[in-house]
């Protein structure tokens, strides 16, 4: 079966423990290889198959066409805020100042002002995860996945944080495609992909 994601368009990707949620995003981030089939991507340079890309290049796609926001955030806890958020952008070579400069911007649009300067630790989990979505943010990403973004949140901030990641996202342009148990979540995305045993079992619009 084949799985289309249009720009702009948020996808939430739903199924038991084990049916392959986690998988089926690593595959479309490059991450893993398919055992079969192919990922394509359409790019500046025509449309490229992801699968078939050697290591190297599938890094650089990481960098460059993708971002990523995890449950736990998956930052790292001994840099400052502002830090995490531009350490993509110095990856790809861009100064420490402008780095800098754009990853303390991301932080105020996303409601963080002043707090670029504070270690993960010393964030709620919400903001935690605010700082997760500026850095998936920082490089332009053309998608963004998020696998459980909101599943260590209370409901509350849940809602917030998906207001905020949707909001960085498909209100922009982006393609936001979330792996999540939480049907709340789901109802907020345009399409909802479900899948059993490791297949994509049924697709609906949620809205």
Request: charged share 25%; aromatic share 2%; proline share 2%.
């Amino acid at each position: 079966m084949t799985l289309s994601i249009r720009d702009g368009e948020s996808v939430a990707i739903m199924g038991p423990s084990g049916s392959g949620k986690s998988t089926l995003l690593h595959v479309l981030a490059g991450i893993v290889r398919p055992d079969s089939g192919r990922v394509m991507l359409r790019t500046a340079r025509g449309a490229v198959d992801v699968a078939s890309m050697n290591d190297r290049e599938r890094s650089a796609l990481r960098l460059t066409e993708f971002g990523f926001v995890f449950q736990q955030g998956m930052l790292i806890p001994e840099l400052t805020a502002a830090e995490n958020v531009a350490l993509p952008l110095l990856l790809n070579g861009e100064s420490r100042t402008e780095a800098t400069r754009t990853a303390e911007n991301l932080l105020i649009e996303l409601g963080l002002d002043g707090m670029g300067g504070r270690r993960i630790g010393q964030l709620s989990g919400g903001q935690a995860q605010r700082v997760a979505v500026a850095r998936a943010r920082a490089t332009q990403a053309r998608v963004i996945f998020a696998d459980e973004p909101t599943g260590a949140l209370d409901s509350r901030t849940a809602s917030d944080v998906l207001g905020v990641l949707l909001a960085a996202t498909t209100d922009e342009g982006r393609s936001l495609v979330v792996v999540t148990h939480d049907e709340d979540v789901a109802a907020r995305c345009d399409r909802v992909v479900r899948l059993r045993d490791g297949r994509i079992d049924s697709g609906r619009w949620s809205r």
